[in-house]
């Protein structure tokens, strides 16, 4: 496969893990991240088919300049894959800080929106694009204690279902993805008793890889998939029951 992907949190985790698989088909990826040596890094991974971006996708004006200058670099991306994203603090409803609810928000979902407002008009243009959204098995069972992280994963689930209705006929398939736990560096160092909770909804009783996940990504990302568009795909080791 050839073409051009964005992959936003590209530096990390998830991202990471999916950037390579792509470049694995000869896809040329740009590593979109807040975090630029870290996505230098993963640039130095994957070879010369990688290049790092500096982006800040809370900023609508740096999301829109990057995917002009990624288009410029390039070429014009058919892949986006939204992967960015923070946890958040844990904290119960009546403690939660205000301002970390905006920021949450305004990283996984408004993030989000700002990148699919970037692209969609190149796609839809061009006939033919795939955009993939990292949501949460948390978005669909809700989790304690980290509600803006729950909310906004939800969110990006409602989000993925208009789009994809709204650009059915266009070639833009949409679509996202709910994995259950994978231990990347979003939890920061996690305590045995945290990981033992993290697991114990997942009755394959373990974490999910980043390259499972990125197996996954892979196939929504291409024209293998056709025919599904605003849906959600589980990887959650069985936890998901809907
Ligand atoms: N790890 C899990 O257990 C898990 C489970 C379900 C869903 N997810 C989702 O998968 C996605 C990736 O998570 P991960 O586990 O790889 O986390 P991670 O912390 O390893 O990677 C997230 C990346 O996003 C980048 N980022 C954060 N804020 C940004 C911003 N404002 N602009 C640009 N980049 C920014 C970070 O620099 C980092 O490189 C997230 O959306 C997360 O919610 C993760």
Known sequence: MSGTAVVTGAASGLGRAIARRFAKEGIKVALWDVDLAGAKRVGEEIGTLATPFAVDITNTAVVGATWAATKAALGTP?????????????????????????????????????????????MVAGGYGRIVNIAS?????????????????????????????????????????????????????????????????????RMVRPEEVAELAFWLASPACSFSTGATFDISGGRATY
Not at 91 to 97: F, L
Not at 156 to 168: N, R, Y
């Open 137 to 205: 098995i948390a978005g669909k069972d809700g989790n304690p204690n980290v509600a803006a992280y729950v909310a906004s994963k939800a969110a990006v689930i409602a989000l993925t279902k208009s789009m994809g209705k709204e650009l059915a006929t266009s070639g833009v398939l949409v679509n996202a993805i709910s994995p259950s736990a994978s231990e990347t560096a979003i939890f920061g160092d996690l305590t045995d008793e945290r990981r033992a909770k993290l697991l114990a909804n997942v009755p394959m009783a």
């Open 78 to 122: 058919s892949i986006l894959v939204n992967s960015a994203g923070i946890l958040g603090p844990s904290a119960g409803i009546a403690s939660y800080p205000e301002e970390q609810w905006h920021r949450v928000l305004d990283i996984n979902l408004n993030g989000t929106f700002r990148c699919c407002q970037a692209a969609v008009p190149d």
